[in-house]
């Protein structure tokens, strides 16, 4: 088994990490990294914010990682919540409904946010600025790298200068998109799920809000021409169009063939066109996430079809399921091995919402109701409405028995909306945490490296109807939130800690 060799001397190393892309992946775990001191590099081709148009939806999750980064109140600034998805038809009956909560919901968010990508790219970097043991260089290429068994060396061109230079890390992430050179330089291929479609996408800022254009985001099912519609923060909207093989990319991107194709819902009077792009949406996954020091993420690692809004989300999670592991092996607690985990718990979780996007990319390209029948996700419903997904994580085995037997590893934790307002995750980090029952209505929170919190009775009792609804006395969460064990046994809850979950199958130097 391969030891961890976080022990030996930064010295021997520029960085303990360089995460190669500063897209939304590689800045949010840079940012996760950076919070626990590690010594980090991000390094990025581009000398300014990616401005094609591309995300516009993230959901509770992913804004719980932004809060454990520390943006999510800037954030909530700049984002709508989304009231959810209509399929229409071509006389805009509707054949599918996926409405999404209104209120909070158990992950102390909204379900779905509206958002303009390039904003929330800023709050990431400027995030990362905070961090003297994070160093950000914008306008430099990864040009190649190479792993021995102790480290990996980097050579990169700053584009402005031409000059090359070289640093060696104890570990790589390849967060460097679509076409990684991390990805071909670890030798892992994609595996193809079959869904590749050419669609226009266009940006545009409306010079007034139009209440008639509807705050869902509506997808016009169609064999001939899908079209999605989205309804983004302030006077954004998007609309997004399947290409016939008939028409060129030029043709396309033809400024007067774009309002001719717009005009069913705007003219050039009501609107500026702000951004447009022509892009293969495609769905693959790689057969492999790690090699040794080297590792990939987001993009890099799976690409999705857009239809549920859930490619730059799935990047969020690898991020926040990767910075902890990364943090415990760089700070000599758990063997390497752990990172293996990574992909086994990340993996099958961004392959189902994948495949989920495939068929919901099938029922845009439907006109009939019974194929909207036979390809609805909750089909049986009379009412055809559609629940957001939400699957376990892949297994692992970093889990320690009795509690690998636990009913619930793998699923996504709630987060208490506290009495004052605040949300529990802010007073815990992003770290590890035991909530147990203490007595009929007395919870304890005790965060791994921090003192146990205080809570009031109100937030006490709210927590013990938590643990109730999960039938569990105590659990203990992981820092990106996912539980890592439960027990119904409040003699083992005192055993519950990190070091005795986490198998014996992960040494480190210290135990
Ligand atoms: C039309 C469209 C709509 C979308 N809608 C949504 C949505 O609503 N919700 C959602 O969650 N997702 C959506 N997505 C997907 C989302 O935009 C991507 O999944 C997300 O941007 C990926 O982030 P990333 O950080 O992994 O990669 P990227 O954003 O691609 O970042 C990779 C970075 O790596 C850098 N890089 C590459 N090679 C090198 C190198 N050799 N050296 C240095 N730097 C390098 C690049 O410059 C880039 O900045 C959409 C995508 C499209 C195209």
Request: net charge positive.
């Given at each position: 088994m391969k030891r961890n060799n976080a022990a030996q001397n930064l010295s021997d190393y520029d960085h303990d990490v360089v995460i190669v892309g500063c897209g939304p992946t590689g800045a949010t775990l840079a940012n996760l990294l950076s919070q626990s001191g590690a010594n980090v590099l991000v390094i990025d081709r581009e000398a300014a914010i990616y401005n094609l148009p591309r995300a516009v939806h993230f959901d509770d999750e992913t804004m719980r990682v932004f809060q454990a980064v520390g943006i999510s109140d800037a954030l909530l600034k700049k984002v709508r919540v989304n009231p959810g998805m209509r399929f229409v038809d071509s006389d805009g009956v509707v054949l599918l409904d996926w409405p999404r909560p209104v209120d909070i919901g158990r992950q102390g968010w909204h379900g779905s946010y509206r958002l303009h990508q390039p904003d929330l790219e800023v709050l990431l970097r400027d995030a990362i600025a905070q961090y003297a043991n994070c160093t950000l260089k914008l306008g430099h290429e990864l040009l190649a790298l190479e792993q021995s068994d102790s480290a990996v060396e980097l050579t990169y061109q700053n584009k402005k200068t031409g000059t090359t230079e070289n640093c060696r890390s104890k570990y790589v992430v390849g967060c460097d998109g679509a076409n990684s050179i991390v990805r071909e330089a670890m030798s892992v291929e994609m595996e193809d799920l079959g869904f590749n479609e050419r669609w226009l996408v266009l940006d545009v800022l409306l010079n007034q809000d139009m209440p008639e254009l509807g705050d869902h985001t509506i997808q016009y099912c169609s064999s001939e021409q899908p079209i999605t519609y989205c309804r983004n923060p302030g006077l954004r909207r998007r609309w997004e169009m399947a290409l016939s093989d008939l028409v060129s990319d030029k043709q396309a991107l033809d400024t007067s063939t774009i309002w001719s194709s717009l005009s069913r819902w705007i003219s050039p009077q009501d609107a500026t066109l702000e951004r447009k792009a022509i892009y293969t949406f495609r769905s693959q996954v790689a057969?492999?996430?790690?090699?040794e020091r080297m590792l990939i993420a987001g993009d890099a690692a799976h690409l999705t079809p857009p239809f549920m809004g859930q490619g730059m989300c799935a990047g969020i999670r690898d991020a926040s399921n990767l910075a902890w592991k990364l943090t415990m092996v760089l700070q000599n607690e758990c063997a390497d091995v752990l990172l293996d985990s990574y992909e086994q718990e990340r993996r099958p979780h961004a392959r189902e919402y994948i495949t989920t996007a495939i068929a919901l990319g099938k029922l845009i390209n439907s006109l009939e109701r019974e194929n909207v029948r036979s390809i609805a996700?909750?089909?049986?419903?009379a009412d055809l409405q559609m629940a957001s997904i939400a699957p376990r994580l892949g297994s692992s085995d970093i889990v320690t028995e009795p509690f690998r037997l636990s009913r619930h590893i793998g699923k996504l934790f709630d987060q208490l909306v506290i009495a004052d307002g605040t949300r529990l995750d802010n007073w815990i980090g992003y770290q590890h945490v035991l909530i147990s029952r203490c007595g009929p209505a007395s919870v304890s929170v005790k965060p791994v490296k921090k003192k146990e919190l205080n809570l009031s009775v109100c937030d006490q009792v709210a927590l013990s109807a938590m643990l109730d609804q999960w039938q569990v006395e105590a659990v203990f969460v992981r820092p990106d939130r996912y539980v890592l064990a439960t027990t119904n046994n409040l003699n083992d809850s005192a055993n519950l800690n990190w070091q005795s979950l986490l198998s014996s199958a992960l040494p480190s130097a210290e135990y």
């Open positions: 057969k492999c996430w790690r090699n996700l909750d089909g049986d419903k």
